[in-house]
């Protein structure tokens, strides 16, 4: 148990629709990351948010956005989705961000758009 | 980010050491090398990560060479359980996200 929760496990919804994945980080990690895990894209890195502030982004399309609230869980929210979304999303955290600090990942969100 | 070169699959026999080892010829100095595995069905796991010297845990073993330009993660004995993708990752200082690549996929024979 790596000690970060990711919620809900499984998702089914349809084209169009917007979903909401939330992460709650290891106890006392400020920084956390999001990646998303396709079959023929490996796994990507799409936000990393450190204490509340977006610190770095990659991948993300416009559709999706993140946050980190105060109590450090963090939201990625994904509109109009599209078949092509389906996917593992996994949310990792770390005590500081910094490059000699390992992160620790959840068990993933399986995203499937029908 | 500076790029690794792993194979892409290895196969070990259960009970044995296994070397998996990884390339990064264009590493700078400020480079921390990390390993992380995924297991069928699961998030990745952190493994192992260091900078200049050699480290251990209760998981594996990392060997930097002295020119920190390959590395070599230690799985002193393979167990079924250790059957997944191991990724070897340059995290540097201006981009601290993790970048993956497609990894070693580990077989273990019984």
């Known amino acids: 148990d790596s000690g970060v929760t990711q919620t809900p496990k499984h998702l089914i919804t349809a084209t169009g629709q917007r979903v909401t994945l939330r992460c709650s980080p290891r106890s006392g990690d400020l920084s956390v990351y999001w990646y998303q895990q396709s079959l023929d894209q490996g796994l990507q890195f799409l936000i990393h948010y450190y204490n509340g502030e977006e610190r770095a982004k990659g991948n993300i399309l416009e559709r999706f956005s993140a946050q980190q609230f105060p109590d450090l869980h963090s939201e990625l929210n994904l509109s109009s989705l599209e078949l092509g979304d389906s996917a593992l999303y996994f949310c990792a955290s770390s005590t500081s961000g910094q490059v000699g600090a390992g992160a620790f990942f959840g068990q993933g969100t399986r995203l499937t758009v029908v | 980010d500076a790029k690794t070169t792993q194979p892409n699959s290895m196969e070990s026999n259960e009970e044995e050491p296994v070397h998996l080892p990884c390339n990064h010829s264009t590493i700078s100095g400020t480079d921390y090398i990390h390993w992380y595995r995924q297991l069928p069905s699961q998030g990745p796991e952190y493994v192992i990560h260091g900078l200049t010297s050699n480290v251990n845990n209760r998981m594996a073993s990392l060997a930097i060479a002295e020119d920190r330009k390959s590395s070599t993660l230690i799985l002193h004995r393979a167990t079924l359980r250790d059957a997944a993708v191991y990724y070897c990752?340059?995290?540097?200082?201006?981009?601290?996200?993790?970048?993956f690549g497609s990894g070693t996929q580990l077989t273990v024979l019984p």
């Open positions: 990752i340059l995290r540097t200082g201006s981009a601290r996200q993790l970048t």
